[in-house]
């Protein structure tokens, strides 16, 4: 693992992002090549089991009380249901279950209905994510005691641009939360969106966000932002050249997180449905290696399993078997420690 850093300069990722095209992929695809296996990618669904009516006012958000987006709020999901989905998400091919709540933070009264969720769904076989909110150093713990492999918490952008997008959490909260979570000894996943109106320099700030954290998140999730009406960047992006990442600018993000931190699963996440085959097969190239797949999102529409089955028989791809190299190294070095 001696290649793997934790004290990349902004200016060494904005060299990377300035490499001709064609470069950038190939070191990327290498470094891919490494740590992973090229022709599987990660299955994963996620699931909102609390949506809507949350306090932060997240531009992209169509969860948040701000927005006017329709969305309607609901309480916590009943245990037995969400359970009902994983294993319909099992039964698809899903090796992870995300589960998210549309929270600043989880009260305390609400954790022994998400312990009982993590206990069941991890009897299933699969491996368990949730996305929260923030969490306290002894929620960590319980949600660490309860078996949970992964906790979502997006970084969302650069830590200059991120004031312009949420103004009810700061930068800061959001990484003492990642603290708290590396912290119970849960697996980390944080990304971000691009697409919101940022610049280059910007998503050079997000990579080196997470690429100089103590130790790089397991997982990157990285969204295209997806515009919808009623939210303050959906109304704001709406008909301006702006709505849409350019395709090329976002598949050298991808590449340069690949690169920035290998053995991360880099996940395709939220804008996919709107990718062109051609894209979404450059950003596997790139090294994007874990997609959610179904319907949907929380409440943004996603590609759906016939989409995805048939562009992994395209492009000959199929789903990962395995541990993933983060995870599975961290025992290796454990096991070597206890030995």
């Not at 992002?17 to 090229?38: G, I, Q, Y």
């Not at 009902?84 to 589960?99: E, I, L, P, V």
């Not at 009897?123 to 002894?138: F, K, Q, R, V, Y």
């Not at 590609?303 to 190299?325: I, V």
């Amino acid at each position: 693992m001696t290649d793997i850093r934790t004290d990349w300069t902004r200016e060494e990722i904005a060299a990377l992002f300035d490499l001709p095209f064609t470069e950038l992929l190939f070191r990327a695809a290498s470094v891919h090549r490494d740590h992973h296996p090229p022709e599987q990618v990660q299955l994963c669904t996620l699931l909102s089991i609390k949506t809507g009516g949350c306090p932060e006012d997240c531009g992209y958000c169509s969860q948040s009380v701000k927005a006017d987006s329709g969305v309607e709020a609901t309480k916590l999901m009943d245990v037995q249901a969400v359970l009902q989905r994983a294993a319909q998400a099992k039964d698809a091919g899903s090796q992870r279950f995300c589960m998210g709540a549309a929270w600043r933070n989880p009260k305390d009264r609400d954790m022994p209905a998400i312990v009982k969720i993590v206990q069941g769904v991890r009897e299933m076989g699969l491996e368990t994510c949730m996305t929260l909110g923030m969490l306290t150093p002894t929620q960590a713990e319980m949600l660490a005691e309860a078996g949970l492999d992964y906790y979502n918490h997006n970084i969302d952008s650069s830590p200059e641009y991120y004031e312009r997008v949420i103004t009810t959490r700061s930068m800061d909260e959001r990484l003492e939360t990642l603290a708290n979570v590396r912290a119970s000894g849960i697996n980390v996943c944080s990304g971000g969106i691009v697409g919101m109106g940022e610049t280059r320099a910007d998503r050079v700030g997000f990579v080196h966000t997470l690429a100089t954290l103590e130790q790089h998140p397991e997982s990157v999730p990285v969204n295209a932002l997806v515009p919808v009406k009623g939210t303050v960047l959906g109304d704001m992006l709406a008909d301006t050249p702006l709505a849409k990442i350019d395709d090329i600018e976002f598949v050298r993000t991808v590449a340069v997180a690949r690169i920035t931190m290998p053995l991360s699963m880099v996940r395709l996440s939220a804008g996919r449905e709107s990718m062109s085959e051609a894209t979404q097969a450059l950003c596997f190239l790139a090294g994007a290696n874990s997609i959610f797949t179904g319907d949907k999102l929380l409440t943004a529409p996603n590609a759906g399993d016939d989409s995805d089955g048939a562009l992994f028989a395209k492009l000959g791809l199929t789903a990962l078997q395995g541990e993933e190299p983060l995870r599975a190294s961290g025992r290796a070095c454990k096991a070597v420690e206890d030995a």
